[in-house]
């Protein structure tokens, strides 16, 4: 697994803020302390006096920027800064009272070193008003700390098995990877279709499935003759991956489905993300059964938790005092807004819609700083506040905590319409990118933006996790909420093909990204490179099903 | 600092002056705060790569102008002649397989509705079935109430996107009607 670099870069000192270090060390930040004071919305400032305002020492003077010296305590304005330095020799290192940043008065810049971030951080932890596990709202590193809900998976699990399972493939021969097979609509069910291939080319789950870890064979419920998904999409996989390249109708998967989801059993259009939430959910009850575990999801083992699971963080801050409360939920995907920010609004007397739907343009990054962005809760929904033990106005403000192996992001293309109080899609365009980091959106990024973005060590910062990740699957969605059709595009050694149904097509990657994006699947960028070399060695399937045949094309 | 409609006023009122002196240093603060909040983000590395960003966006708009372009439909617009494997299918599938509840050799393309009736939750049977012995199967919370999964018509329900069949033959498959022989 590699490492992740390091979220930040520690700048390189100038002169005076090295030679200041080699004399006094941190002892001036630890005097400087006692002034620190911090704010509700985790800003610090200096407050050099209870009652009294700064002035500069030179001019009286109380506007502007203001510094103070950190070996002589005496303040300074930005235009008498410099000649503090000149007068009294050494003293160049100040500190901006409104934001407790360092500035070098001989350099004219801000600098930055850890020590002092790291003294502002103490400061605050100290100011905030805390829960019993305050630690861990800001978390400084605890080297000990249990990890939450089964941190960063072994992948030599999914090693390709060392013994007999394992055939030289002569499919490797034809000029398609294996796994590109369409699949017959069986009335209504391209919903499942879409979802189904996406399943199909997610490496860590297709590795799962494909390398018998869970088969009809051993499978104990098959024997005791009920129901269980995952022996059923066991079944799509090795039809799939046969080589046979006829489409193949998933109708006992449908069957299978149908019994589970009661309530979704039905001959009619329907939600691809719901067939999704439901498939996963199938998988994890029949796993978590077999096992006796309980049913809690924060530890689950099975492998649909293991590949999709990820874990949110949210913090409730109250705007009065600081105080933050932490709380951590489990989730298979992110269903995201859309972000309208990129929104050209005409004005009324405007040309007839363009082919494309309206002008809004967003991208999913903007989606994502959405999703993360500090949300003042109205003050109708005022929230208890322990420390105030009062009803306060709060910001609610969601981060990823742990990111899983495969990231599904849910775009909602819904909204209420306010003329006819209902429901309708926004066809809006939304740019997604094929290579995407998520190192912004971790909490320990989220966190250390909302201090300031300090030198500091975050929770979360430890995590060995990587975070880029590579698009794999885009599902897409053309038409209304009541009607429309979903068609899943996959990539595949950087080559992207079309599935449509028992359609399997090559196109290129313009038309995707010209596509409407609905569910986006991206996984870890050293699993998306080791899969497409895998590709060529899969085990062959040992069910009767696999075919040898080679397609028929070059 | 001076608003320009400020400027006749300036040299008269006191209090004109004193109000956009204040604004002005106000002002100050706020750009040199962003400043030096950018000045850490940059020096730290915290920044996100821009160029690329734009570069992204750039490829998005030109994919967008040539799959509008009318002169490029066809192969664009998914009007294929065959698949990867030389293979052509028609609008609704043709293989025919045995249905695992009753036995009956069913047409692929016509299986779902079949199957439905089969199983007994055709329309009129689905009308007996409780909510509450099935929401509670819905494990992710999505936090929104109008996302009960509602076998019945979706008018005026629910977050989802519902599908067709394929967008060659839409007209085959209507929105939830069934009248099957």
Same mark, same amino acid.
């Given at each position: 697994m590699s490492t992740r670099k390091p979220s930040y870069a520690n700048p390189k000192p100038c002169n005076h803020l090295s030679a200041y270090k080699l004399k006094y060390g941190s002892s001036g930040y630890k005097s400087l302390q006692k002034s620190l004071k911090s704010a509700p919305n985790g800003r610090t400032s200096v407050r050099i006096h209870e009652t009294k305002i700064p002035r500069c020492s030179f001019c009286n003077g109380f506007e502007g920027r203001l510094y103070i010296c950190l070996i002589c305590s005496s303040v300074s304005c930005s235009n008498h800064a410099v000649l503090h330095t000149q007068l009294e020799i050494g003293h160049d290192l100040a500190v901006d009272?409104?934001? *407790?940043e360092l500035f070098c008065c001989a350099c004219s810049d801000q600098v930055y070193d850890p020590d002092f971030d790291k003294s502002v951080m103490a400061k605050h932890m100290l100011d905030l008003p805390c829960s019993t596990n305050s630690a861990d709202s800001i978390g400084e590193r605890l080297c000990e700390r249990k990890r939450l809900g089964g941190s960063g998976v072994v992948l030599s699990e999914f090693k390709k098995p060392e013994k007999s399972g394992f055939v030289r493939d002569h499919r490797a021969k034809s000029c398609y990877p294996l796994g590109l097979r369409g699949l017959n609509n069986l009335g209504n069910t391209c919903f499942m279709n879409s979802v189904l291939q996406a399943l199909l080319h997610a490496p860590p789950l297709r590795n799962y499935f494909l390398s018998d870890r869970h088969s009809r064979r051993t499978c104990r419920k098959r024997t005791a003759n009920r129901l269980c998904l995952p022996c059923e999409l066991h079944g799509v996989y090795s039809a799939v991956y046969s080589g046979d390249w006829t489409p193949y109708s998933p109708a006992q998967l449908l069957y299978s489905w149908w019994q589970h989801s009661e309530n979704l059993a039905s001959y009619e259009q329907q939600d691809a993300h719901e067939f999704f939430i439901s498939v996963l959910d199938g998988i994890h009850e029949k796993e978590t059964k077999a096992r006796n575990h309980t049913k809690d999801s924060g530890d689950c083992q099975c492998i649909a938790h293991r590949v999709f699971s990820g874990l949110l963080r949210s913090d409730v801050t109250c705007m009065t005092c600081g105080f933050t409360s932490t709380t951590y939920d489990p989730c298979l995907d992110i269903s995201l807004n859309l972000d309208? $920010?990129?929104? $050209?609004?005409?004005? *009324?007397?405007?040309?007839p819609a363009k082919a494309n739907g309206s002008s809004c343009s967003s991208t999913l990054l903007g989606c994502l700083d959405l999703f993360t962005k500090p949300e003042k809760l109205g003050s109708d929904q005022k929230l208890y506040c322990q420390n105030c033990q009062e009803l306060r106005d709060s910001s609610k403000q969601m981060s990823i905590r742990k990111l899983p192996m495969v990231l599904c992001l849910h775009i909602k293309r819904f909204e209420h319409s306010l003329v006819r109080k209902m429901m309708r899609k926004i066809d809006s365009y939304l740019h997604f990118p094929f290579s995407l980091d998520m190192t912004p959106y971790l909490s320990s990024s989220i966190v250390r933006n909302r201090f300031g973005n300090r030198i500091f060590a975050f929770e979360g910062d430890e995590s060995e996790m990587s975070t880029e990740f590579e698009i794999f699957a885009v599902v897409t969605h053309s038409g209304t909420l009541d009607s429309g059709h979903y068609v899943t595009y996959l990539r595949i050694q950087d080559q992207w093909y079309k599935c449509d149904n028992a359609w399997i097509n090559e196109v290129d990657e313009g038309i995707v990204r010209a596509s409407q994006c609905y569910m986006m699947f991206y996984v870890h960028k050293t699993l998306y490179y080791k899969a497409n070399i895998d590709l060529r060695h899969l085990p062959v399937s040992t069910q009767k099903e696999a075919f040898q045949r080679m397609a028929g094309c070059c | 600092m001076s608003l320009p409609n400020e400027e006749n006023a300036m040299s008269s009122s006191p209090d004109a002056q004193l109000s956009s002196h204040v604004f002005g240093d106000l002002l100050d603060s706020i750009i040199v705060d962003v400043a030096s909040e950018c000045h850490r983000i940059a020096k730290l590395g915290l920044d996100r790569n821009f160029e690329e960003e734009e570069e992204e966006l750039r490829l998005s708009a030109q994919a967008r102008v040539r799959v509008a372009d009318p002169s490029n439909s066809g192969e664009a617009n998914g009007k294929y002649v065959v698949d990867i494997f030389g293979q052509n299918h028609p609008s609704v599938a043709s293989e025919v397989f045995e249905c695992m509840n009753c036995g009956r050799s069913i047409v692929a393309g016509r299986f779902a509705p079949h199957l439905e009736k089969c199983m007994g939750k055709g329309r009129k049977a689905r009308l007996k079935v409780t909510r509450s012995s099935t929401a509670a199967q819905t494990r992710n919370s999505r936090g929104n109430p109008a996302s009960t999964y509602s076998a019945y018509s979706n008018s005026n329900s629910t977050n989802r996107l519902s599908n067709g069949a394929s /967008?060659? /033959?839409?007209?085959?498959?209507?929105?939830?009607a069934l009248e099957e022989p």
């Open positions: 009272v409104q934001r *407790a309208t $920010s990129r929104c $050209s609004w005409s004005d *009324a007397s405007n040309k | /967008a060659v /033959a839409g007209e085959e498959y209507s929105n939830g």
